[in-house]
């Protein structure tokens, strides 16, 4: 079953499902492996296609920050 398919299985299990108290965090839970199946077919879209035009750049993590407000309380900080 590819991932299509998949997609297909969870959107007509979506449309099955009652919407109540009890169903809502089964419905959550669809939602959620729906996201995660679109993306994948997404990112095999585009791995099929080649690399992405334009360019690009990574901002490498570096040092701690600390940030630190004194003040009294209540006063909009």
Do not use: C, W, Y
């Not at 979506?14 to 994948?40: D, P, S, V």
């Not at 879209?45 to 901002?59: M, N, R, V, Y």
Request: charged share 35%; proline share 3%.
């Amino acid at each position: 079953m590819g991932i299509p398919e998949k997609i297909e299985a969870i959107k007509e299990q979506m449309r099955k499902t009652q919407i109540n108290k009890a169903t809502e965090h089964h419905l959550g839970l669809l939602k959620a492996k729906l996201a995660k199946l679109r993306k994948e077919l997404e990112e095999s879209k585009q791995s099929k296609t080649g690399k992405a035009k334009g360019e690009s750049f990574d901002i490498r993590r570096a040092g701690d920050a600390t940030v630190v407000i004194i003040g009294l309380p209540s006063v909009g900080k």
